[in-house]
């Protein structure tokens, strides 16, 4: 079984910059393919990123390419997520995941260990 904790939450303004952090604790981290996954209220939970067990091949959602950037310290069992040019609508619950996947992978029903979330909400 694998722990997760998200942390670096917070409220910040539209362009501003957060990093959000996922520490990892129980199995082997490198076992695991890593996501992360957000949920507005009121909305369906939605795939924000994904990224191999060696920490390579991420995988974006559209909404997010090229604001966001996945990585990981498999020396540190930590997953991280980068979020620059951050605009309101990226306003959400954060959740971290693990996946024994060997791919990486973006369907969060394949995903076997959710951390409780870290809240992100950004201003107008």
């Known amino acids: 079984q694998v722990r997760l904790v998200e942390s670096g939450g917070g409220l910040v303004q539209a362009g501003g910059s957060l990093r959000l952090a996922c520490a990892a604790s129980?199995?082997?981290?490198?076992?695991?393919?890593m996501g992360w996954f957000r949920q507005a209220p009121g909305k369906e939970r939605e795939f924000v990123a994904a990224i191999s067990r060696i920490g390579t091949s991420p995988i974006y959602a559209d909404s997010v390419k090229g604001r966001f950037t996945i990585s990981r310290d498999n020396a540190k069992n930590t997953l991280y997520l980068q979020m620059k040019s951050l605009k309101p609508e990226d306003t959400a619950e954060y959740y971290c995941s693990a996946s024994p996947s060997s791919l990486v992978i973006t369907e969060g029903r394949l995903y076997d260990y959710w951390g409780p979330g870290t809240q992100v909400t950004v201003s107008s």
């Open positions: 129980g199995q082997t981290f490198t076992r695991y393919a």
